[in-house]
């Protein structure tokens, strides 16, 4: 069985880096075409994919956020982390971390609310 | 890249059937046999219903059905039920990243 979870901050300020990790269970992020990926949905809109990273360690990120963004894994640890810089109240929102493409297992979500 | 496009809400009555679209380019939805389709209840992960176009993961009722004509993925619902009232989102991927809808909100009248 495949399980995902995120965990961070719930509350960041304006203008710093949110750092969040995705503990994983069920599979292997060393085997061969699996990947991990970080998916966000502000309140109330629609989903947003923001970076993924590969057994190969070959990352892929959202054309519009790349520059903000840096995933990374830690096999023997069965996480992915996931650096977003310069947060602003716009990037409030519920951040979910997903195995592989398609997504087919998600995590539960978490709540990331930018304010000061 | 833009955001592939779906109708903003669906509606049908318990037993009927509806489609939802979702409209992209060549560079995504039809270039590539990469489309998915996820379930989403308020509060809820979404769930994964529909993979490459046209599969379903295991334990995915056969009431759920994708196809693609062009640049247009499609999913289809036959039988509503009250538990598919949801939000519905496509997603396409592509070699160098991945792109979701906007969303759909299946309604069961």
């Known amino acids: 069985q495949i399980t995902l979870k995120e965990s961070g901050p719930t509350l960041v300020k304006p203008t710093q880096t949110l750092t969040l990790t995705c503990t994983f269970s069920g599979f292997s992020l060393s085997t061969s075409g699996v990947g991990v990926g970080w998916i966000r949905q502000p309140p109330g809109k629609a989903l947003e994919w923001l970076a993924l990273?590969?057994?190969?360690?070959?990352?892929r990120y959202s054309p519009s956020l790349k520059s903000r963004l840096t995933i990374t894994k830690d096999t023997s640890k069965n996480q992915v982390v996931l650096t977003m810089t310069n947060m602003d109240p716009v990037d409030t929102a519920t951040y979910y971390c997903?195995?592989?493409?398609?997504?087919?297992?998600w995590g539960q979500g978490t709540l990331v609310t930018v304010s000061s | 890249q833009s955001a592939l496009t779906q109708p903003a809400s669906v509606s049908g009555s318990p037993g009927q059937s509806i489609t939802i679209s979702c409209t992209g380019t060549s560079s995504d939805v039809g270039g590539y046999n990469y489309v998915s389709w996820y379930q989403q209840h308020p509060g809820k992960a979404p769930k994964l219903m529909i993979y490459e176009v046209s599969n379903r993961p295991s334990g995915v009722s056969n009431r759920f059905s994708g196809s693609k004509s062009g640049n247009t993925a499609s999913l289809t619902i036959s039988g509503l039920q009250a538990e598919d009232e949801a939000d519905y989102y496509c997603s396409s991927y592509t070699s160098s990243s991945t792109l979701f809808g906007g969303g759909t909100k299946l309604t069961v009248l």
């Open positions: 990273i590969y057994w190969d360690d070959d990352k």
């Open positions: 997903a195995h592989s493409i398609p997504f087919s297992s």
